[in-house]
């Protein structure tokens, strides 16, 4: 049975940090690859980052390149995502997802409801 969860959410000041962290189970990112999205207020879900299979591989949206890392430890079975520079527009709640595909450019989100975490919520407010 695949689970995520995600943690380490929270209200930070622009310009400050957060780790995220994704605890998974029920499949390898030996053989899966691995995405956090977002998804904003009265906003659409996007993609923010991904990591391929064996963590060989990640992409980021433009928005965040440069500001935010993607990572993966099967051995902890966890895929972390540390965000710096935070920006008010960076406000969502994010989710990891088991992806079905990873590509040069993003990756494409399950279809099924099961492989998706909870979601953990970003605040980023002065």
């Known amino acids: 049975q695949v689970q995520l969860v995600e943690s380490g959410g929270g209200l930070v000041q622009p310009g400050g940090s957060l780790l995220l962290s994704c605890a998974y189970s029920?499949?390898?990112?030996?053989?899966?690859?691995v995405g956090w999205f977002r998804q904003a207020p009265g906003k659409e879900r996007e993609g923010v980052a991904c990591i391929s299979r064996s963590a060989i591989a990640t992409n980021y949206a433009d928005s965040v390149k440069g500001r935010f890392t993607i990572s993966g430890d099967n051995r902890k079975k966890t895929v972390n995502l540390q965000m710096t520079s935070l920006k008010p527009e960076d406000t969502a709640i994010y989710y990891c997802a088991k992806v079905s595909a990873f590509y040069a450019t993003g990756c494409l989100p399950p279809a099924t409801q099961a492989y998706w975490g909870q979601g953990t919520q970003v605040t980023v407010s002065s």
């Open positions: 029920g499949f390898s990112l030996d053989d899966d690859p």
